[in-house]
């Protein structure tokens, strides 16, 4: 599954749009109220909400071979998250894959990530541009393993790794994911930044074409 286009509600769009062009060097078109980000393959919707509870995940994959690079590149412009004796993580053997965490606009967590199941290698010196494109979106659902079901029946999209508990489903592949939790889940490695139910709408390519809910809030668009 690729992901296109993600829409979501920030606090503040000013600030998310001088995250991404500053911090980030991504292409921004600004909007009243509104930014659209360019992420490698992926636009980034962001609409302002003052009263937009919650904060966002989302995961940007980089190159197999520059996790290393994409990490100084990084540590220069956001700061890093991380536990009390580790600032990047290697996935479960399922995932294949290994990431660091920073902090991104408006409270949001976000992630770099390397699959290493990708063919993606690029040579030179690690830019914005090995930013190749969103592929994990966090989604809040009361409810997780309804929504897993509708997306893994329904949307025809497989469960992912190997977690498939009540209140943590990863939906999609090593293209794109939707990380599905709980209400009140901190984002790994924070414990304070929470999901919370909101509006978000994610178009894709892959699964059978069709609009599908994620919980209350949320939608998944699966284009033909």
Request: aromatic share 6%; charged share 20%; with cysteine.
């Amino acid at each position: 599954m690729k992901i296109t286009k993600v829409s979501a509600r920030v606090r503040n769009a000013r600030g998310a749009a001088d995250f991404y062009a500053s911090v980030l060097g991504v292409g921004v078109d600004r909007a009243p109220n509104a930014v659209s980000v360019t992420i490698g393959a992926t636009r980034l919707v962001l609409v302002e909400d003052p009263a937009a509870e919650g904060d966002h995940h989302f995961a940007i994959t980089v190159p197999s071979n520059k996790f290393d690079r994409a990490k100084t590149w990084i540590q220069q412009r956001a700061v890093l998250l991380g536990t009390s004796d580790a600032d990047e993580f290697e996935c479960s053997p399922a995932w294949n894959a290994r990431s660091l965490y920073f902090t991104g606009h408006d409270r949001s967590v976000l992630e770099l990530i390397i699959r290493r199941d990708l063919d993606n290698a690029t040579a030179g010196p690690f830019t914005s541009t090995d930013l190749l494109c969103v592929s994990e979106v966090g989604v809040a659902a009361a409810d997780v393993p309804p929504v897993a079901a509708t997306l893994i029946d329904d949307a025809d999209v497989a469960p992912y790794g190997d977690a498939a508990g009540s209140t943590f489903r990863p939906i999609g592949d090593a293209d794109g994911l939707l990380i599905v939790v709980t209400p009140g889940r901190p984002w790994f490695p924070t414990t304070d930044r929470t999901a919370q139910e909101s509006p978000v709408s994610i178009t894709a390519v892959g699964g059978r074409p069709g609009t599908y809910r994620l919980g209350a809030c949320g939608s998944l668009h699966v284009l033909a």
